[in-house]
């Protein structure tokens, strides 16, 4: 058998393309080199001529079919070849195109996250400016509100010790404010100074000479009488002033002291227009001219201005009241009453209850101006008594009558409860059922207040969620309304104030064991905050 590609071959020629019948020469046949220089783009042309035009008669007759079959597909897999880089060189020409796009898009996507590292700087900085300006705007506030807390301390005690001596020379403001208690000052002085003219006039007429005869030992004595004697009213004569007081009325040792009156340990805040507001009584009073600013009764002057009775001997017959007293048993919880015979047409009396501290302070309790009054855990540990104004038709005051509860003894707790009160402390733990006014709702919840020695929680029962849970402060407070209530308000440290009742809780359910329920948690919750913030204190020192 001949070998086919020995055989000469004749391709078409350019000046043949008319006759179909020959192939051009093998001498120019192509190299595998021509392929990749561009040549191979004549290649379908070539294959074109294979597959249009038929083989010469003698060259198919030379042929064998099955070289001519090898010879067509090895034709057809070049041009698949040459197909196939082409889609390559045009898939690396799209991934350039790409990888150019993502080098673009990472280049915007670094610099979007410069900017929004710097807009987070920004942000992060302003934040921190704002949350110190609030820092020092907050300690500014406390600051002030410290500033403020003392000077309205000062003003407490100051008022009350202004209102102190006005009440112990029998001068009630009707209203509490700067003008009528500078008035009722102004009244007091003028008093003591109308008192002290008078007795210097009884002085200089017993004795014309006794200014020239004892002048030495007089000025050794007493600076202000001297020869000025129209400048001595003028001069404060406060020694005089007491010693009245003390002829006056004899007052316990640990009263004199009227106006030295601590909030802290009164637990009232400092606010002079409730002071002594108990004195205030909307009985009419008469008065001779309404435009006269000194409109307080004036219950030490002469005689001559009173409107009252007289005795067959010309003394002066001021209302009274006999037999004076204090019944009932002073334990929380138990009702106290008031009671005497009124004397010299007393037709009204004027009822005061106050408290006595340790540290001897009067504190008048706020709203208790009827003779009838109930024992609270605010008068545990303190001396309480009742001042009673006799008044009769005219107007007219007696002198004030005084009575101690308790035999002027500290007002202490029944067996009972005092035995329960000690079991909670030495066990360091109490746990109290109560219901409790949350974020201004309608209805009580039902609430669990846990005591422990150095914390306490509020819980409510319902939702289990805490309201309050912190340590022992002395700005916690616990206030009892007056009267018989089995309600108290609790406020914490961080000025949160949380309304309780006890009022259904107790067993057996009763108002008095509701009530005396509402004190014992009153007294265990105190006891276990003056111990916690006594070791705090005594740890720091």
Not at 246 to 261: H, K, Q, S, T
Request: include cysteine; charged fraction near 25%.
């Amino acid at each position: 058998m001949r070998d086919p590609f020995n055989s000469p071959l004749h391709y078409i020629s350019s000046s043949d393309r008319q006759s179909s019948t020959h192939l051009t020469p093998p001498d120019q046949s192509l190299s595998p080199t021509d392929f990749t220089n561009g040549v191979a783009n004549t290649i379908p042309s070539t294959r074109n001529q294979f597959n249009n035009s038929p083989l010469p008669n003698d060259f198919a007759n030379d042929l064998d079919p099955e070289i001519k079959e090898l010879y067509f597909r090895t034709r057809s897999l070049e041009e698949e070849v040459l197909i196939l880089k082409k889609q390559v060189t045009d898939a690396g020409l799209r991934e350039l195109q790409l990888l150019s796009e993502k080098h673009i898009l990472e280049r915007k996507l670094s610099e979007l996250r410069i900017v929004l590292d710097e807009k987070q700087d920004d942000a992060i900085a302003s934040t921190l400016k704002e949350l110190n300006q609030k820092k020092s705007h907050i300690e500014e506030n406390l600051k002030l509100a410290n500033e403020l807390k003392v000077v309205e301390e000062d003003v407490y005690i100051f008022t009350s010790s202004l209102l102190s001596i006005l009440a112990e020379n029998e001068v009630r403001p009707p209203i509490i404010n700067a003008s009528t208690i500078s008035n009722g000052t102004k009244r007091v002085c003028q008093q003591m100074n109308s008192k002290l003219r008078s007795l210097n006039t009884s002085l200089g007429g017993t004795n014309a000479d006794f200014t020239n005869v004892v002048t030495a030992s007089r000025n050794q004595l007493s600076p202000y009488m001297d020869s000025r004697r129209n400048d001595f009213s003028q001069q404060p004569q406060y020694g005089l002033v007491n010693q009245q007081y003390e002829l006056g009325y004899e007052r316990p040792r640990f009263v004199d002291d009227y106006g030295m009156i601590d909030p802290k340990d009164l637990n009232m805040t400092a606010n002079s227009d409730r002071l002594y507001s108990s004195y205030i009584n909307d009985q009419p009073r008469e008065m001779a001219n309404a435009s006269n600013p000194n409109f307080y009764d004036d219950n030490s002057g002469d005689g001559a201005d009173r409107r009252s009775e007289y005795s067959g001997d010309g003394e002066e017959m001021l209302p009274g009241i006999e037999g004076f007293q204090i019944n009932g048993i002073a334990t929380p919880g138990n009702m106290l009453t008031a009671c005497g015979f009124p004397t010299n047409g007393t037709t009204l009396c004027i009822f005061q209850w106050v408290r006595y501290h340790e540290n001897g302070t009067r504190q008048s309790i706020e709203g208790a101006t009827v003779p009838e009054y109930y024992v609270t855990a605010d008068e545990v540990d303190t001396i309480l008594a009742v001042d009673c104004t006799p008044m009769d038709d005219n107007g007219c005051q007696g002198e004030l009558v005084r009575q101690f509860a308790n035999n002027q003894g500290k007002i202490t707790c029944d067996p009972e409860m005092q035995h329960e009160l000690d079991s909670y402390i030495s066990s360091g733990k109490a746990s109290f059922n109560i219901f409790s006014l949350v974020d201004s709702a309608d209805d009580w919840e039902l609430t669990l207040l846990t005591l422990k020695r150095s914390t306490y929680q509020i819980k409510i029962q319902s939702t289990d969620s805490v309201i309050i849970e912190e340590k022992y402060s002395p700005e916690l407070s616990i206030k009892v309304p007056y009267g018989y209530s089995t309600q108290f308000v609790l406020v914490s440290s961080s000025r949160i104030s949380v309304p309780f009742t006890t009022e259904g809780v107790s067993q057996p359910n009763s108002m008095e064991y509701d009530v005396r329920y509402r004190d014992l948690i009153v007294l265990t919750m105190r006891t276990f905050q003056n111990k916690a913030v006594d070791g705090k204190r005594k740890g720091k020192a």
